[in-house]
Structure formats: structure tokens, C-alpha cells
Antibody, heavy 120, light 110 residues
Framework: QLQLQESGPGLVKPSETLSLTCTVS??????????WGWVRQPPGKGLEWIGN???????YYNPSLNSRVTISVDTSKNQFSLKLSSVTAADTAVYYC????????????WGQGTLVTVSS | QTVVTQEPSLTVSPGGTVTLTCASS?????????PNWFQQKPGQAPRALIF???NKYSWTPARFSGSLLGGKAALTLSGVQPEDEAEYYC??????????FGGGTKLTVL
């Protein structure tokens, strides 16, 4: 069973870039069976899809975040990463990484999430 | 911008049945939207319950079922248990590998 773990700074200053990494265990990130994605949840609010990546590099982003988001894959480390630039307080959220099954179009496995606070 | 709408809150008695729905501003929800349903309890990550309209995971309790109902995706809980009290989110595929979450339904078991 795939397991995912988010890591990265818990505090980011306004206007800077948020950077998170998701480490995958129990399977290969180079699998043809999965996309790798990010979802966030502001405190007390709902879930928001950020974007997905396929291990070969194809990326798909939420149009509302498209200009600020970059998702990348490091197959040598079995990790994928999220960068969100020019952050504001509105980007304060719990960030989750997740697997998206290509066949089932399903978000099967999730990391535990990591809280990122944007504050000076 | 696509909006996915769920009931903000619902209340059900233990042992009862409740249906949560999920609508898209783009029109009737079909199987091509690959509806997913998630359960989230306070302080926890979302847990996948249903995918592709009505498919369950090995860990999905039998009392949960997914369907299409009146142009919406639906999640039905039959024989509700106290531990089913949680927030439930639907997720719809809108093409081009783009996904949109619903706003969530807070289910109270009372």
C-alpha cells in the first residue's frame, strides 16, 4: 500500500515561495498507474485541488492558482514537490499530497497533511 | 469558474438513512465526472470512500454507497452509525485532468 509523507517549512513569509515535498513509500513514483497530486485546506474551510503531475512530467494545475504553482517530480528520490510563489495569508492551509489512480480516476491515498502558515 | 455544490449540513438519527448530493455548475453530473467521495473527521486527513460514482475501496463500510441521482452524484449512508458523524466531500473530474471539490457536507448523527 502506498504511503505518502509531506515535509517542508511550517512558516513562510508573505511574498515568498512556499515549498513542500511529498515522499512516496510502498511503491514507485515512476508508475504508470498514478498521478501525484496536491490538495490544500485553509483552516476551517473546504478542500481545494491544487494540481497533479505524471512521473514523465505532464502537469495539470487549478486555473485559479496556475500562474503561481509548480509541481515537479524527482524519480531518484521517489518524491514530488510543490512550489507556490508570491504567497499571502490566504495561502495559509493544511497541504496534503495524494495519489490519483489513472484507471480509476480516484484519489486513493493521502498524506497526513502539513500546516503551512503565511505570516511575517 | 466551475462550482460544485453540496448540502452544507444534514442531520440523521442513528440507524437511519441519509443521502448527500453533489451538483456541478456545468450541468448534470454523469459517470464521466468520475465522482469521488471522501470522509474527513476533525484533525484528520480525508479518507477516500467511493470512486468513479459507485466503486468502493476495501476499507469502505458496506453501509456507504454511491450513485447518480437526478443529475447529481449521491452518497447514501444506510444504517448510520455514530462514528459516521463527519464532513463529507465530493470531487468531480472536469476534463483535462482538472478536478473540483464540493464545499463539503457536515453530517450530524443525533
Amino acid at each position: 500500500q502506498l504511503q505518502l509523507q509531506e515535509s517542508g517549512p511550517g512558516l513562510v513569509k508573505p511574498s515568498e515561495t512556499l515549498s513542500l515535498t511529498c515522499t512516496v513509500s510502498g511503491g514507485s513514483i515512476s508508475s504508470n498507474s498514478y498521478y501525484w497530486g496536491w490538495v490544500r485546506q485553509p483552516p476551517g474551510k473546504g478542500l481545494e485541488w491544487i494540481g497533479n503531475i505524471f512521473y514523465r512530467g505532464s502537469t495539470y494545475y487549478n486555473p485559479s492558482l496556475n500562474s503561481r504553482v509548480t509541481i515537479s517530480v524527482d524519480t531518484s528520490k521517489n518524491q514530488f514537490s510543490l512550489k507556490l510563489s508570491s504567497v499571502t495569508a490566504a495561502d495559509t492551509a493544511v497541504y496534503y499530497c495524494a495519489t490519483i489512480s489513472v484507471a480509476g480516476r480516484s484519489f486513493d491515498y493521502w498524506g497526513q497533511g502539513t500546516l503551512v502558515t503565511v505570516s511575517s | 469558474q466551475t462550482v460544485v455544490t453540496q448540502e452544507p449540513s444534514l442531520t440523521v438519527s442513528p440507524g437511519g438513512t441519509v443521502t448527500l448530493t453533489c451538483a456541478s455548475s456545468t450541468g448534470a453530473v454523469t459517470s464521466g465526472y468520475y465522482p469521488n467521495w471522501f470522509q474527513q473527521k476533525p484533525g484528520q486527513a480525508p479518507r477516500a470512500l467511493i470512486f468513479s460514482t459507485n466503486n468502493k475501496y476495501s476499507w469502505t463500510p458496506a453501509r456507504f454507497s454511491g450513485s447518480l441521482l437526478g443529475g447529481k452524484a449521491a452518497l447514501t449512508l444506510s444504517g448510520v452509525q455514530p462514528e459516521d458523524e463527519a464532513e463529507y466531500y465530493c470531487l468531480l473530474y472536469h476534463g483535462g485532468a482538472h478536478w473540483v471539490f464540493g464545499g463539503g457536507t457536515k453530517l450530524t448523527v443525533l
